[in-house]
């Protein structure tokens, strides 16, 4: 019982937190550049790129539970989670770097179906270490104040993984694409042999920090919980109204995000343009990231603390600001503007608010755990945790599909530029009409799914600050009881 009540060390504490800039690396490089490169750059048609990738996200409503189940089944001497983290980060780093691996004479039917092979068992392995990763959470945490602070620095850190990707994959990929290409080669051949050495690296990594997080963290404080089939599971998350509320929540900002993330690199590409538009590209995504990370580290615990804010009240002030930052998008874009600076200013919106959610929704939901050991009886972290894993990546296929279907009706790929455009400026392959489609595609539609958003979670939360506390005394007095 001592060790129980012990703090966490700090190396626990950044061996956690590295776990989730190297987890957060791969996801990011998946979900933001896997149908560019099967669409753009192999030549995927952009409406079967949308299908596989909504196919893998319907496979994982089945998986995600299955593997809930089977992390909480588990039993070792290094505890139930880390033998899953180590096993899962291992396969999947594999696959991260033969899914951008394809074999460049690979071509009709048999290249579809290794991006939908390989595609689906990167998200099956992922979801062999998300779920232990973030269960781990209530399994070696006091919680209040410990968990959250944990929460806080995880999120921040994946923040931090989501953001090097972001920043540096197109520049990097074209260096690398470049060096090792050779000089002939021509700019898909570039992109092709860039893309392949940034996975390996990625990969590389992934494995490294996990492998950090495994030795450094304890399960100090297993859970004793019943374990159930996965219709139990199912009917166990059914019942914990609070859960469900959260699940939904996170599905329509992560997919109104995810849709501009896959959007605004066809946006710099075909819409501003210019010969060396992946420079601009690189700069929006560099301030961007930083925005996020200073968002987690700093505005978060500003208006936590200084500001005196709840949870609750952050979630909105952070919904506010991004439908500002998508408005001024659109106005901006509409105007002709081609300023990069200029366009800057709604990417801060926008990130900022990216950053705030990356830690309310993991408390939010972390909260939920407690609600449903008080409702049901049940400290159902695996299961609840599961849908985390799962809702996150049925946002990136929902708005991959929507991108998809947008890339299609406005036929924006290099197949449709001539040789002397694909070399100096794409954006005049595109007519203005299909520019203006993807700006409001890109901006209307997440404006209407975050007021969704809203108004389900206005309707439906109900665990304020003072409820969890309320929820965590009275399960106190149980265990003492007991």
């Known amino acids: 019982m001592a060790e129980e009540n012990m703090s966490l060390k700090g190396s626990a504490k950044a061996g956690y937190a590295l776990g989730a800039v190297g987890k957060d690396m791969v996801y990011m490089l998946s979900a933001s550049y896997i149908l560019y490169y099967y669409q753009d750059i192999l030549g995927v048609e952009a409406w079967v790129m949308g299908i596989i990738l909504l196919v893998a ?30 096993i899962g980060t291992i396969t999947n780093a594999i696959v991260l770097y033969f899914m951008f691996a394809c074999p460049p004479d690979t071509s009709g039917s048999g290249l579809v179906a290794y991006a939908a092979a390989t ?99 304890k399960e100090k404080s297993s859970v004793d919980m019943k374990t159930a089939t996965v219709g139990e599971m199912f009917k166990a998350l059914v019942k914990n109204d609070q859960a469900m509320t959260v699940v939904i929540t996170i599905v329509c900002i992560n997919t109104a995000l995810y849709i501009t993330s896959n959007l605004v690199l066809y946006f710099f590409k075909y819409d501003l343009g210019g010969a060396a538009w992946y420079n601009n590209y690189t700069v929006f995504n560099t301030v961007g ?3 996020q990370i200073i968002s987690m580290m700093v505005l978060y615990p500003m208006l936590r603390r200084l500001f005196k804010l709840n949870n609750i009240q952050i979630f909105y002030v952070g919904a506010f600001m991004s439908i500002v930052g998508y408005g001024i998008l659109l106005i901006f874009a509409s105007m002709g503007v081609n300023n990069l ?22 408390v939010f ?12 009886g049940r400290r159902d972290e695996s299961v609840i945790f599961s849908m985390q894993t799962f809702v996150v990546k049925l946002s990136s296929g929902i708005a991959a599909m929507i991108a998809s279907i947008a890339l299609s009706v406005f036929k924006l790929s290099d197949e449709t530029a001539t040789e002397a455009q694909q070399q100096m400026d794409l954006s005049l392959s595109v007519s203005n009409a299909s520019k203006m489609g993807l700006r409001m595609v890109m901006t209307l539609i997440p404006i209407a799914v975050l007021l969704f ?5 206005r309707k439906k939360y109900i665990l304020t600050d003072e409820k969890i506390e309320e929820i965590s005394a009275e399960l106190q007095d149980k265990k003492q009881n007991a």
Request: hydrophobic fraction near 55%.
């Open 119 to 217: 595609y689906i068992i990167w998200g099956v392995t992922y979801t062999m270490m998300d779920i232990p990763y973030w269960s781990m959470i209530p399994a070696f945490t006091k919680g209040g104040k410990e968990r959250e602070g944990l929460t806080t620095l995880a999120r921040s850190c994946a923040g931090v993984g989501s953001a090097i990707v972001s920043i540096g994959t197109i520049k990097i990929v074209q260096m690398l694409g470049q060096k090792f290409g050779g000089a002939s080669a021509t700019a898909k051949q570039v992109e092709l042999v860039g893309f392949k050495y940034v996975a390996l690296l990625i990969a590389v990594l992934f494995v490294v920090f996990i492998v950090i997080t495994c030795v450094t963290v």
């Open 57 to 86: 996200r319907i496979f994982d409503a089945f998986n995600d539970p299955i593997m809930g189940v089977l992390v909480s089944k588990t039993k070792t001497k290094w505890g139930k989670f880390r033998p899953w983290l180590l």
């Open 341 to 362: 600076g200029i366009f800057l200013i709604p990417g801060i919106f926008i990130m900022a608010t990216a950053g705030i959610n990356n830690v309310i929704v993991t």
């Open 289 to 291: 990231g930083a925005v």
């Open 365 to 376: 939901l972390a909260n939920t755990v407690d609600y449903g050991e008080l409702k049901n």
């Open 453 to 457: 958003a809203i108004v389900w979670f």
